[in-house]
Structure formats: C-alpha cells, structure tokens
C-alpha cells in the first residue's frame, strides 16, 4: 500500500540548508523543541490524552533512549499506561454511541468542519518551518534520512489537502436503488462504526497513524489512537496541530501504552473496530480475541532479484 515516497534531491537540500533557520520559530501549538531531542537534560515528557484532558498521570513511565548515542541524554520519557489506570479511556469509549459522533443524519455540519481541519492542517505541513518541524521529530525517533523524512511528511500533507472542502463529506456519499413495485426503493448510508481504536506502527510515525486516524474521524467515529512508544511524541505534537486547526479536544483520545493495555482496552469497553498495523502475531491474536472486529495491515515482503549464481534455495 505504502511506496517509497521521496522529495527530490534539490527540495531536500533546500529544507537541511534551511532546518536550522526553520526551527528558529517554533510553531506555536508545539510542546517540544525537536533539535533539544537527546541533547537536553530534561527530556521532553509525552502525555496522553482523554476526555479532551491532556494529562501525564501515570504511575510508570518509559525513558525511550538516544538511538544514535547511547551516552545522550533520553530522547523522552512516554507514560507506560497500567491497566488499572485505563477507566478514563474505558469509561471515554463507552460513552459513543452506535451512530458515531456524526452520521448522514445527525451533527452533518461536522462533515465541513473536518473538511476545512483537513485543509488547515494540510496546509500547515506545507509551511516550511512547520514540516522541518516534523522531519526533524521524526528523524529523532527512527531512522530515516532527511529526504525519507520530508517525503513522509509531502504524502501526509498531500493526503490531507486532498480532504479539504466538501471531500469529507462526499466520502458519505449514500445510494438509492429503485424497488421491484410502485412506491418501494432502497436506500444505503455510509455509516461509522461509533468507538474505535487505532494500533499504528513505528516505522511511519507520522504517515501511517494520520492517515487512519483522519478517516476514522471524517466519517464519525471517536478513535484512541495507540502509537508505537519509541515515536509517540510525532502524533502528540500532530494531534496539537489538529487542536490548532480546529478540531475539538473530546474527538481523539491518544493512549501511550504497551501493547497489553492496549488489549485490554479493546476487550473490556465498547470498541466496534480495531485498526492494527504490525506483526502477523499479533494480528491474529487481535483477530480471535476480538472475534474479527480488526482491520488489519499487515508485515509486507521485500523482493529481491536473484542472480544466477545463487544457488536453488526455497525462499
């Protein structure tokens, strides 16, 4: 699904030569200064997110380490959610209902309002210093160059921008099929699936979690979204972005955790559908332990071209 996506060498120069430049100013809804990553020795706090309440209360936390300097300062420190501190987030899921926070019947104005938070924050991750900002986040979390970095960000933006104006809505779009008799038709509505929960991956930090978090919201449902620890301060500066946009503090809660909390949310609240990005482990362990209620994308294969000097193995 995902390719290999890459600014052209000029624009990638152009945004390293301007980097520092860039972060002189940093956005004003960020939280963190992403070239103090690893250097400061105050790393930067994640927080989660519930009930539209920002909040570190946890009682252990994890220290996510320097990935190029073992003797670094800590990149971050993520809370390490307990199962016994989930209730706010159980307690956040169980109150959405069915219908979803909005539907082709009720609330329809908030299909505009993610059609203009789509565009805002498209165009947001088209501003220079804002998109140095997030390459630089990510490039502190996994190991990418600039330009796989940048080209991460380019897709995201573009998938956004995509979704400005009345596109959310038109994503609802419903059906009409004439009956077999007078006076009979049929009728169909896209509808959301109410609480949902949102597993992404590492290795698009950004990327990946954006654009399955931005679907489950334009047609209404009430996601938690579970990053990937070692990356999860790149969707806690995002969802700040978001809030700047316009989007209300109550439409995503954003759970730091491992991934057995993050299990026993899903099977002890009223969650209707888990998107998982990851292992094919876990995806069939989600798979029966939910009784079928994931969507999965799973682990890709690498193709490789073999010479004729490689000898006739089963691969």
Not at 89 to 100: A, H, L, Q, T
Not at 111 to 119: H, T, V
Not at 220 to 247: R, S, T, Y
Request: glycine share 6%; charged share 20%.
């Amino acid at each position: 699904m995902l390719s290999k996506r890459l600014l052209s060498s000029s624009s990638a120069a152009a945004l390293r030569h301007n980097s520092r430049r860039c972060l002189s100013n940093l956005p004003s809804w960020a939280t963190l200064d992403p070239l103090s990553l690893g250097s400061s020795p105050q790393p930067h706090a994640v927080t989660n997110l519930v009930n539209g309440q920002w909040t570190t209360s946890t009682n252990k936390s994890l220290i996510i380490p320097n990935p190029l300097d073992k003797d670094a300062p800590p990149v971050c420190t993520v809370p390490d959610t307990q199962p016994e501190e989930l209730t706010p987030f159980i307690e956040s899921m169980n109150r959405v209902p069915k219908s979803g926070v909005h539907n082709p019947l009720k609330h329809v104005e908030r299909y505009l309002q993610f059609g203009e938070i789509s565009r805002r924050a498209g165009e947001a991750l088209k501003d220079p210093a804002i998109a140095e900002f997030f390459i630089q986040t990510i490039q502190k979390t996994v190991p990418k160059s600039h330009a796989q970095a940048a080209g991460e960000v380019k897709v995201t933006a573009d998938f956004l921008n995509n979704f400005g104006g009345d596109n959310v809505r038109f994503l609802a779009r419903s059906f009409g099929v004439p009956g077999d008799h007078y006076g009979q038709f049929s009728h169909g509505h896209r509808w959301p699936y109410g609480p949902v929960a949102i597993i992404a991956p590492f290795n698009f930090p950004l990327e990946i979690p954006v654009l399955q978090l931005m679907g489950a919201l334009f047609m209404g449902n009430k996601p938690v979204l579970k990053p990937a620890e070692k990356c999860a301060l790149v969707m806690e500066q995002f969802i700040h972005l978001l809030h700047d946009c316009g989007m209300e503090k109550n439409d995503v809660d954003l759970l730091n955790c491992q991934g057995p909390v993050a299990e026993h949310l899903i099977l002890n609240s009223n969650i209707r559908l888990t998107q998982f990005t990851g292992s094919s482990r876990v995806a069939e362990m989600l798979l029966e332990k939910t009784k079928g209620k994931v969507k999965i994308e799973d682990a890709g294969f690498d193709w490789k071209i073999l010479g004729p000097d490689v000898e006739d193995v089963n691969y």
